[in-house]
């Protein structure tokens, strides 16, 4: 579901970018690396509460970067209410997004 959101062009990557999606209202699910630091977590958690949008921690890293074809990433963004929904559907269930 990350794949297809991704090629759909909903998600965004990294600090900058994720951001900015959450300033501007763009982003619907923030999933944060279970490895990220603890600075990351803090500052993505406090801005992704103050604006109501939900917070996931999910994965290393490497497995979110690989995702946006990266080395490493420890922050994205889901930027559509219907991706945004059907992952998080998934994480419920079990399932590896």
């Known amino acids: 579901m ?8 909903r998600v965004v990557g990294g600090d900058r970018a994720v ?4 300033q501007r209202g763009c982003a ?13 977590r803090r500052t993505f958690l406090f801005w992704s509460r103050s604006r109501g949008v939900p917070v996931v921690t999910w994965g290393l890293k490497e497995e979110l970067g690989r995702i946006m ?3 490493t990433c420890a922050v994205m963004a889901i930027t559509d209410e219907n991706f945004s929904q059907g ?3 998934h994480l419920e269930r079990g399932d590896s997004g």
């Open 87 to 89: 992952i998080l559907k």
């Open 19 to 22: 951001r900015a999606a959450i």
């Open 28 to 40: 619907k699910l923030v999933l944060l690396a279970t490895n990220a630091s603890g600075r990351t």
């Open 2 to 9: 990350l794949f297809l959101a991704r090629r759909a062009g």
């Open 69 to 71: 074809n990266r080395a």
